[in-house]
């Protein structure tokens, strides 16, 4: 059983998570995409141990289908977010960049993200609830 200490913080942390993703949604908005073309750019941005994503790779990551996320892909594409190409290696493969323009927009909103993680660090940092 939960102590009543263990539902606040439950409680806490959730209304703390919502208020901030309706920050990044606004976010977002405000840059001039939509909360979802900011999350593939930072995907990609933050992919690991490289400065692009397959389709799959963003797909797992946004947790969409890899039909929805390849035609959220297109979208970027369309408006100079993002560029595909094949990969060397494997012509079969192909990977997603961010553009000098989607690389900016990104920097743009992340700035604006670690600026509001800053003041929900309490909020969301693990600590242990008895």
Not at 16 to 39: H, K, V
Not at 47 to 60: C, H, K, M, N, S
Request: hydrophobic share 40%; charged share 30%.
């Amino acid at each position: 059983m939960l102590s009543k200490q263990q539902y606040i913080a439950l409680s806490n942390f959730r209304s703390q998570l919502a208020r901030f993703l309706r920050f990044s949604e606004r976010a977002a908005r405000n840059a001039g995409i939509t909360p979802t073309q900011y999350l593939l750019l930072l995907h990609i941005r933050g992919f690991a141990g490289r400065e692009w994503a397959t389709v799959g790779d963003l797909a797992q990551r946004l947790q969409a289908s890899p039909h929805g996320t390849a035609a959220l892909v297109n979208r970027c594409v369309a408006l100079r977010l993002v560029g595909k190409r094949r990969n060397e290696e494997d012509a079969r493969r192909i990977e997603v960049h961010l553009t000098d323009r989607g690389r900016r927009l990104a920097e743009r909103i992340a700035r604006r993200h670690r600026d509001e993680l800053q003041s929900l660090r309490d909020v969301f940092r693990v600590t242990r609830v008895s």
